[in-house]
Structures are given as C-alpha cells and as structure tokens.
C-alpha cells in the first residue's frame, strides 16, 4: 500500500493568496484527519471526517480555514486568504473502523506552508 | 489546555543504553495511549501503544509503561541505537477503537549518539 499521499510537499506563497493542500488517505480508511504542526502549538488537530462527512471541526482557526472530502480517495483543506501565521507543517493522517480497529493513525509525509 | 504533556524537549544517550521518555496527562477520560516517532521531513509513525486495563507492553526494544493512578506514561528502548534518533510524540485518545480523536504532546527529541 502507498500509504497516505499529500501534495504538494512544500508550497511557498503570498500573504493573501489561496492555499489548497491535498491527501490521499489508504484505500479502505474511512476516519480522515488533518493536523498541523507549530512550534507553539505542537501538533494539533483541525478537523476531522468519517466516510466523507467532518465529524469534529472545532480546531479549525478561523473562517479563513475550510477542508472538503468529496469522495472517500480525496480531501483537501484550503485557506483563503492565507496570512503569515499559517506557516506550518500540515498533517493528514487516515484509520480504518469496524471490529477489531484501533485507533492507530497512519500519517501522511506532511505539506510545509510557507505563507510570506 | 495542554492535556498531554512532555516536559522534556530533548534527550541525549549513548548507543547501547537505555532511553526513557516521559508524558503526563491530565484527563481521566483518557484510555488508549501511543507513541509515535517522527523522522526530519516525514509524517509521524506509530510505533506502540497501550490500553489503560494495562501497566505494560512490550514490543522488541521498546517497552511503554502506563500508570493510571499518576497519569504518567513511559517509554523504554533498550538498548537504543543511532537510527532510533527521532523526535517522539506521546498521544492519548478517549477510545481504543478508531474514530477518536488523537491529543497529542509537544513532543520530545531523542539522540543517540555512537
């Protein structure tokens, strides 16, 4: 299995600019997350879905922060318009339910956002 | 409201001894706890995790070992090795079974040097 799939892996862009990051979870996963990692903050949890639908949004910052899963191979969180302090590394991570799953989460390698 | 907690930012040990790694937690809904490493570059893995009906788990090298009553939890690798430098991330969730969300801890980067 190819793991969990983001892209891009770095994207460098200017304040007030839309930012769109994207992940693959594993083919079967039906819990998808996205986390972002500061040094302030750690690694925190934004959002999160289960067979397509957000179940938990309440660590998303602010308005400006949106994320969509329109199928179950594909999600994307975007930022419109994006401000310096939303440089980060930005995590997906993926975990299949039913009998027997444990709440073990698979990462993706991470989008580093530059936000200038 | 940081609930999970790792109050060492770094450690440092030699090849062939032992590492230990520390977290605290503060909320008593807690009940599956993990550790994950991270390499420079590349997301977090998973690497062992433990139910609170346990004290202990073992896998390999590395040992995690919960107590409950204290709301600490740590992390044994004996004996490490240069490839175990990483960062680590103690996590905590309110279910064993999937669909929970993960709190995770600052995080604490370990180097073992030859």
Redesign the interface.
Known sequence: DAGVIQSPRHEVTEMGQEVTLRCKPISGHDYLFWYRQTMMRGLELLIYFNNNVPIDDSGMPEDRFSAKMPNASFSTLKIQPSEPRDSAVYFCASTPSGSGSKNIQYFGAGTRLSVL | DQQVKQNSPSLSVQEGRISILNCDYTNSMFD?F?W?KKYP??????LI?ISSIKDKNEDGRFTVFLNKSAKHLSLHIVPSQPGDSAVY?CAA?A?????????????TQLTVNP
Not at chain 2, 41 to 46: H, L, N, R, S, V
Not at chain 2, 95 to 106: D, I, P
């Open positions: 599956y993990l994950y570059a590349e997301g977090p893995t998973f995790s991330f969730s279910k064993e079974t999937s669909g929970s969300r993960l709190t995770f801890g600052e995080g």
